[in-house]
């Protein structure tokens, strides 16, 4: 996996869609600022389907789904919900697409039912955290620990745990200097790596447990000592994922791939874990697009909703009662009819811990 993205992610966050192409640093730093503030562009008017290079990596089953309010594991998530049908005032804005998708992945004809997907947990807790934004755990193909940057010059700070050990690009980026050096952490010893470049240094610290897991935090603007002083107060401990949404129902056989604060993310059969998505079932709030609601055609429960197409992409959208846009990004591959779509809408419940990000 490449660092580089990290390191230029504070000065090109805002400024990726004008970067230079010439090179893939691009690609990295809009991935990478996508992760970070989860400024999703599904959906938004003016720009195509978001395609977004994210780790892989198998996502650990914890948390089982079984119903909204029911006290049970899972905090609640998925099963009925008291809101009404989604009903249709009007004919949607376009036509429903016919024919054979253009994608890799076999069609998959939707069969709405209950959610069966489980939500992962992180197994270490951060200690003192001094400094850093509050942790998170995310998941974007593999669950980690992710403490977002407060405010400019702050820290940011992920935390992995994996089987094996981190790999990294054998050749740098041209510009990027590459340092490793021995360093003792938790007991055994470990490896420092910092990548840096003019104004930006990224750091890795990464060993092996005694248990054999191997742990990864990854930095930026964190001196090493402090890198060290965190490793040193994780702690065996669960830290749940928080969903920003649950759901009624969900087309059965699809896979959990993404979760974030804006958004969930679940990919069609045969597809890898991670990575884009491009060609994947994904919901996101978002925070602007709904200055034209009021001429929208259609009503879920009760709300303003249109089905969009552009680029040969279909998206639902529906208003939500605080003026956030609820966003949910159909793959060529699902094979879901309009009314469908609807009632796929009509299921899904924003939390009061979400958060809506800006296209």
């Known amino acids: 996996m490449n660092d580089v993205d990290m390191l230029v992610r504070d000065t090109l966050r805002d400024r990726a869609e004008v970067a230079p192409t010439a090179t893939g640093l691009l690609t990295r730093v809009r991935t990478r600022s996508r992760l970070i503030r989860r400024r999703r562009r599904v959906g938004v008017a003016g720009a195509g389907a978001a395609a977004v290079v994210l780790a892989a990596a198998a996502v650990p089953a914890a948390v089982n789904v079984t119903g909204r309010g029911t006290g049970g594991p899972g905090g609640g998530f998925g099963g009925p919900a008291a809101s009404g049908p989604a009903t249709p005032s009007a004919a949607p804005d376009r036509s429903t697409p016919s024919g054979a998708p253009t994608v890799s992945v076999a069609p998959l004809p939707a069969r709405l039912a209950a959610p069966e997907y489980r939500l992962p947990t992180f197994p270490y807790t951060p200690g003192s955290a001094a400094g850093l934004g509050k942790v998170q755990a995310w998941v974007d193909g593999e669950v980690f620990l992710m403490h977002a940057a407060e405010g400019s010059g702050a820290p940011s700070v992920q935390v992995y745990t994996r089987a094996a050990e981190p790999t990294f690009d054998q050749t740098p980026d041209q510009g990027v ?40 935090v990854r930095a930026n603007d964190m001196e090493p000592a402090a890198m060290v002083a965190y490793a040193e107060g994780l702690r065996p401990g669960p830290v749940q994922v928080q969903a920003p949404m649950t759901f009624d129902l969900l087309p059965q056989g699809l896979v959990l791939d993404n979760v974030g604060p804006s958004d969930m993310v679940f990919r069609m059969p045969g597809q890898p874990t991670g990575g884009s998505w491009e060609n994947k079932l994904g919901f996101v709030l978002n925070a602007d697009g709904g200055d034209d609601a009021a001429s929208w055609p259609l009503r879920v429960n009760g709300q303003p909703a249109k089905i969009h197409l552009q680029d040969q992409e279909r998206s639902a959208w529906v208003l939500q009662k605080n003026g956030t846009i609820l966003v949910i990004q159909v793959p060529q591959a699902l094979v879901i009819s309009d009314e469908d779509l609807l009632r796929l809408a009509a299921g899904v419940h924003v939390n009061a811990t979400a958060q809506a990000g800006r296209g």
Do not use: K, N
């Open 177 to 216: 200097q590459v340092d490793s050096a021995t360093t003792r952490v938790r007991g055994v010893m470990g490896t420092l790596r910092t990548e840096s470049m003019t104004g930006f240094v990224i750091r890795s610290l990464y060993w092996r447990e005694p248990s054999g897991v191997w742990i990864w």
